[in-house]
Nanobody, 131 residues
Framework: QVQPVESGGGLVQAGDSLMLSCVASGSTFNTWTMAWFRQAPGKEREFVAA????????YYVDSVKGRFTITSDNDKNTVYLQMSSLKSEDTAVYYCAVDPKVRTYVESRLNYNQAARYAYWGQGTQVTVSS
């Protein structure tokens, strides 16, 4: 059983930076894909960023490119989301998600932005950006 646990959310001002962490407890393998999603009030859950623990590829939604960076510390089973130049529209609950399935080179790069791909989810951490 995998249980992702997020931390690091909070209230910041526009232009500030914040770093979220996600620790994945349980058995871990370097084939995992880890992702961050977010959900703002009244909106659908949205893909933010994903990282392949094994291959090291990373993808971002266009709205955060150049501002957010997803990284990992495999020794600590932790994935981070470094957020800078935060905007009010970044306000949301941020969720960490884990896809533990072993995938081929091509498969791993498909549907990384689809919530259905991820089997395990954290409880979420609130990020509020005041303008």
């Amino acid at each position: 059983q995998v249980q992702p646990v997020e931390s690091g959310g909070g209230l910041v001002q526009a232009g500030d930076s914040l770093m979220l962490s996600c620790v994945a407890s349980g058995s871990t393998f370097n084939t995992w894909t880890m992702a961050w999603f977010r959900q703002a009030p009244g909106k659908e859950r949205e893909f933010v960023a994903a990282l392949s623990w094994g291959d090291g590829w990373r993808y971002y939604v266009d709205s955060v490119k150049g501002r957010f960076t997803i990284t990992s510390d495999n020794d600590k089973n932790t994935v981070y989301l470094q957020m800078s130049s935060l905007k009010s529209e970044d306000t949301a609950v941020y969720y960490c998600a884990v896809d533990p399935k072993v995938r081929t080179y091509v498969e791993s790069r498909l549907n990384y932005n689809q919530a259905a791909r991820y089997a395990y989810w954290g409880q979420g951490t609130q990020v509020t950006v005041s303008s």
